[in-house]
């Protein structure tokens, strides 16, 4: 009998260590998934504390003033043939001057947060813009950019891309990743904006940001007129379709007191002097 019960006992001891045995080793899975949980909110939390800082590092030196005054160049095609085609002979002297008088060639975020927070990196700045995304921009106007080190902003026609003569998404990729470039909207088929209805104004000018977001990975703020032709409600759905800034054809320095949403440009044309483009600077 004593040892039925110590037989007994035994089992006892056994199935308690049995039970702690299980209990215990459930415990690191949940630790695990908890650790693991945590250290993914750390990740992200640090991505973005790194991001802002970042972005805070960027600006930290630009200086504050109380009216932003920007030339914003307004290009075409790099080529010759008509008014719109500025030769590549002639863009190339125009960047070596801003090259050599030290002007600071602003993105097209960086003009942006210019004029919503009123500051910039130095007194001579300059945004060059070209519009239509021609080809040339590729083979003509890239080459000067890089061997200046100077940035533009190509106005991407996005319902373009099959033609010849324009720029297609591969090409604008490698456009971007060389740092001298980045892309705003031009809208999808480059249409007369003020002569269609407003809903028809909103595609173009939200499926050309759309198109532009997902395909470049970016938060496409501003837009460009074809031909510079609007009217209250392109700027309406301007607002609608998320841009934050609007480029017009209509000619001056453009400045922080303006109409965001109709930004006046600075016309480059074909022909013109050393004189007269540095004319256009001030």
Known sequence: MFKNHQRIWVLTVLLGLFFLTGCSSTKPSSNTSSSSSSAKTSRKATSSSSSSTKKASHYANWHHVAEVKIPILMYHSISSGNSLRVPAKEFKAEMHYLKQHHY?????????????????????????????????????????????????????ITGFTKKSNHLNLAEAKKMVSTGNIDFQSHTVRHLDLNELTYQQQFAELNDSKKWLDKNLHQNTAVICYPAGRANKQTIKAAKAAGYSYALSTSEGIATSKENPYNLTRQRVVPGMSLQGFASLLK
Do not use: G, M
């Open 104 to 156: 600071y060639t602003l993105t097209a975020k960086e003009a942006v947060y210019a004029f919503k927070h009123h500051r910039l990196p130095q007194k001579k700045v300059v945004w060059i813009t070209l519009d239509d995304s021609y080809k040339d921009n590729l083979t003509k106007a890239l080459p000067i950019l890089k061997e200046y080190q100077l940035h533009a902003t190509i106005n991407f």
